[in-house]
Nanobody
């Protein structure tokens, strides 16, 4: 059974930083691209970032480019999202998802975790 368990979400002031983690199990993590997607209150899913299986190719939404960094540790079956210079508009539930196809991830045709809440507010 595929399991994705996110952690690291918190309440943070604007300009702050957080590091999200996603522990994966139930599939061969090292051969799959992975993604982060977020969903704000009353909004649809928004793709945030993707990384290929080896970790050498990363992509970011324009809204987070230069502030967020996606990475992975295939030895520990873990995906990360380093978030800096956080803004109130980054407030959302953050999910990790299997695959790096943006359309499939947003359409939820791949596995999603249960999410971790990030709230950015003063």
């Amino acid at each position: 059974e595929v399991q994705l368990v996110e952690s690291g979400g918190n309440y943070v002031q604007p300009g702050g930083s957080l590091r999200l983690s996603c522990a994966a199990s139930g599939f061969i993590f090292s051969i799959h691209g992975m993604s982060w997607v977020r969903q704000g209150p009353g909004k649809g899913p928004e793709w945030v970032s993707s990384i290929n299986s080896g970790g050498g190719i990363t992509r970011y939404a324009d809204s987070v480019k230069g502030r967020f960094t996606i990475s992975r540790d295939n030895a520990k079956n873990t995906l990360f999202l380093e978030m800096n210079s956080l803004k109130p508009e980054d407030t959302a539930m953050y999910y990790c998802a299997t695959g790096d196809n943006v359309d499939a991830v947003v359409a939820k045709t791949v596995y999603w975790g249960q999410g971790t809440q990030v709230t950015v507010s003063s």
